[in-house]
């Protein structure tokens, strides 16, 4: 029903920034709460980030807060993910995730995700 297309990851130095996008279709993306989640290699897969329908409630895993930013653009059906100030411990796969309310996905998890995009921070 939902299918959602992750961009921008990518090799970048520690301190550095990036920018991660999330392309939603096959749904009325107005209505889902969006998030983030991200896997490393032995690891279990963890939340770090998501924003309610309307864009107006944020959660953050604490380890990413203060410099993860999440934010969306309803009229262009996209969510981001600006990561600053990274470490090498952000590197993993990142997936998009959708679901009912931003709440529920920070509690539980997604109902609907993307392929992932990997980011690897080197130090």
């Known amino acids: 029903q939902v299918q959602l297309v992750e961009s921008g990851g990518g090799l970048v130095q520690a301190g550095g920034s990036l920018r991660l996008s999330c392309a939603a279709s096959g749904g009325t993306f107005s209505t889902y709460g969006m998030g983030w989640f991200r896997q490393a290699p032995g690891k279990e897969r963890e939340f770090v980030a998501a924003?309610?329908?309307?864009?107006?409630?944020?959660y953050y895993e604490d380890s990413v807060k203060g410099r993860f930013t999440i934010s969306r653009d309803n009229a262009k059906s996209t969510v981001y993910l600006q990561m600053n100030s990274l470490k090498p411990e952000d590197t993993a796969v990142y997936y998009c995730?959708?679901?009912?309310?931003?709440?529920?996905?920070?509690?539980?998890?997604?109902?609907?995700w993307g392929q992932g995009t990997q980011v690897t921070v080197s130090s």
């Open positions: 995730a959708a679901g009912r309310t931003a709440l529920t996905i920070s509690r539980t998890t997604g109902d609907y």
């Open positions: 924003i309610s329908n309307r864009g107006l409630s944020t």
